[in-house]
């Protein structure tokens, strides 16, 4: 019952071709010929077998495929322009989902971009996993597989080297305490180094935050998206980005988000990672993201066309087995079924309900043809069909190779006419579209005297009094303050300033010596004003914020200090800054005197006074 169709573009060309079947050599395990009833020890000497099936041979030469139609392969348009074929003008078509993952691992290997359709996969995809393993050591610090993971990942990018020396250190031990003697040792590497101070501040927050607020915090403190752009190439991009959120995405969209810790997280993700395709979480929706090839069911594929389109698996026959199924007989416009009963294997059907077995695959067949039809009309210039295995009758490969006719392939360009042929670009594009994007300016690593002056300004902002100190307040401006405070108190405050062992000393001894001198007491001595506020934010009339290091309220004036580091000849260059900071504080403290002053590390009081008004 086909009706015979005719083309509706007969000026483009077309081309169709049913590629060799995939076969392999079946795996056998070879004897030795000179040790008869050889016996093989699986600990010592391996499998002697063949790496690759069928389905891998038909997924290397798929790949193979692909890159070659980029390569010499023309596309021609509607207008009758002709141009380079492109990976976006290939559409892969295949019946089931359940092999796909061999095939993307072949594109992926020959490094084309591609979408896919595959449901389900996100949680064994290698950045999810990356994740999962650090979540993973971080309720269990001495899961060193999953620790090694994370290392080598491009979370932390550490080499095989610095994985070695963790592994051959002497004293033993989990990897995680290892690598904390290895850091307070100085014998760490940049990466190492990096590792232990990102992971040492999430081992803190982990029993504390919820899931998604600790993902938040992995992403941005660890550059997440950034560092796996930089270990991937440029094709796989969208995808990894896609993923990564979506990963995100589950701490909130799976089971409300109630999750109330980090171990019930992960058990509900090993669950779901156990469960079918439809339950598990799909990969990240990258949608139609430039240049790549496209990957669909055949059912999804209805109402879409591609100047290329690739079957794959076409000699595929098998059904999905059912361990039981229903027979009914409807006729359209009856009342009600003229027949419904259940049935299980053939030897149940019996010879009574063979009539209505035989009509149910008939219809069958033809839902066959029709799919069949839906994915050969999707291509509008070339058809290709390949398959795997030993050829099956009244396969769709079979079908469709025994009425293909071979001839040239008018899409193949020859190679002296490659250059000429080239993807069209449009002329009339505005030309501040083709500008790129600024994505930021290179700046320079801090020196150590920079350091050190983010260091000191971070002391003194934790050691003098807040703004909502009374003035019966105490603070640590005694000499022997400091040496008074408990071991534990010194190691958090350095821990939370972030300040190298090695500095620590020498910087208490600068701040203390800043505290404590005499015509700068009144500015730290709650005894001496009436208010205080460290890093005191404000936004100004321009809606930029500005954050004052220090102000401080006497009964008649206020104070804005700000600490610098440079020498006290650079006043001048901050008197533009100090200015605004006057001006925005005079219209709060309307009724007093605003000054404002820079503090230098070697205690020097330098106040910037206010500019004369010529006439």
């Not at 690598?179 to 232990?196: D, K, M, N, P, T």
């Not at 156990?274 to 990957?295: H, L, M, Q, T």
């Not at 501040?432 to 003194?460: E, F, I, K, N």
Request: hydrophobic residues 40%.
């Amino acid at each position: 019952d086909f009706d015979t169709h005719i083309a509706h573009h007969t000026h483009l060309p077309g081309f169709v071709a049913t590629l060799p079947l995939a076969l392999t050599e079946k795996t056998v395990e070879i004897d030795a010929p000179d040790r008869p009833n050889w016996l093989r020890n699986p600990l010592q000497e391996a499998r002697a077998e063949h790496a690759m099936g069928d389905r891998e041979a038909e997924a290397q030469q798929f790949a193979a495929g692909i890159a070659d139609i980029v390569a010499q392969w023309s596309v021609h348009d509607v207008d009758g322009t002709v141009r380079r074929a492109e990976y976006s003008d290939v559409m892969v078509l295949v019946r089931k989902r359940t092999h796909l993952r061999v095939y993307e691992s072949a594109l992926r290997t020959y490094r084309i971009p591609f979408l896919t359709s595959r449901r389900g996969g996100l949680l064994d995809t290698l950045e999810a996993e990356d994740i999962q393993a650090l979540l993973t050591f971080l309720i269990t610090p001495f899961a060193d597989l999953e620790f090694a993971q994370v290392l080598r990942s491009p979370f932390f990018a550490c080499s095989d080297g610095d994985l070695m020396q963790l592994a051959q250190e002497e004293v033993g031990g989990s990897w995680w305490s290892r690598l904390q003697r290895c850091e307070q040792s100085g014998a760490a590497s940049a990466e190492l180094s990096r590792a232990h101070r990102l992971l040492h501040n999430w081992l803190d927050r982990a029993d504390k935050l919820p899931v998604h607020d600790l993902l938040d915090r992995i992403y941005f403190e660890g550059d997440l998206l950034h560092r796996y752009e930089a270990a991937l190439p440029v094709e796989m991009y969208e995808t990894i980005r896609a993923n990564l959120q979506a990963f995100m995405e589950i701490a909130l969209n799976v089971d409300a988000g109630r999750y109330p810790s980090l171990p019930r997280f992960l058990a509900e993700l090993r669950e779901l990672r156990a469960a079918d395709n439809n339950e598990s979480p799909d990969e990240g929706k990258v949608g139609e993201v430039g240049n790549a090839v496209r990957i669909y069911t055949v059912h999804e594929a209805k109402g879409l066309e591609a100047p290329i389109v690739w079957l794959l698996d076409t000699n595929d026959t098998q059904r999905k087995p059912d361990s039981y199924g229903v027979l009914i007989a409807w006729p359209p416009n009856a009342p009600q079924p003229v027949h419904f009963s259940l049935f299980t294997d053939n030897r149940s059907r019996g010879a009574k309900r063979a009539a209505y077995f035989d009509a149910e695959e008939d219809y069958m067949r033809r839902e066959e043809m029709n799919l069949l039809y839906v994915a050969m009309t999707r291509a509008k210039q070339a058809l290709l069909v390949s398959g795997n295995g030993e050829l099956k009758e009244t396969s769709w490969y079979d079908r469709i190779a025994a009425v293909v006719e071979e001839g040239d392939n008018p899409l193949l360009v020859a190679a002296d006419n490659l250059a000429a042929v080239s993807p069209v670009v449009a002329t009339d594009v505005d030309a501040a579209l083709l500008r790129p994007l600024p994505t930021g300016r290179h700046t320079m690593c801090p020196t150590a005297a920079q350091w050190r002056g983010t260091w000191l300004h971070t002391l003194l902002q934790h050691l003098s009094a807040s703004s909502l100190a009374p003035k019966d307040a105490t603070i640590l401006l005694a000499e022997d303050g400091f040496q008074k405070m408990e071991l534990a108190d010194k190691m958090a405050l350095q821990l939370q300033c972030d300040i190298s062992p090695s500095d620590m000393e020498s910087l208490r001894q600068q701040a203390q010596h800043l505290l404590t001198l005499p015509t700068l007491q009144r500015f730290f001595d709650p005894q001496n004003y009436s208010k205080a506020c460290n890093e005191m934010s404000y936004v100004n009339a321009r809606g930029e914020l500005r954050r004052i290091d220090r102000l401080v309220e006497f009964d008649d004036e206020v104070w804005v200090l700000e600490y610098k580091t440079g020498a006290t000849l650079d006043s001048v260059s901050h008197s533009v800054q100090m200015q605004e900071y006057r001006v925005a504080m005079q219209a709060v403290y309307a009724e007093k005197i605003v000054r404002c002053a820079l503090l230098f590390s070697d205690g020097t009081l330098c106040e910037i006074s206010t500019p004369t008004t010529k006439s």
